[in-house]
């Protein structure tokens, strides 16, 4: 029953870690797109 429980709670962290990941590189992409932008400007 225990050891059940540890593994729900270490998918949900790999879960929570996964989805963080996905933020940052999210805002990478953004930030390359708009130092791209910025560089064309120039």
Request: proline share 0%; glycine share 4%.
């Amino acid at each position: 029953m225990v050891k059940g429980k540890k593994q729900e709670s270490k998918k949900k962290d790999g879960d929570k870690v996964y989805k963080e990941l996905e933020v940052l590189k999210s805002m990478l992409a953004r930030a390359l797109a708009d130092y791209d932008n910025l560089s064309k400007r120039v």
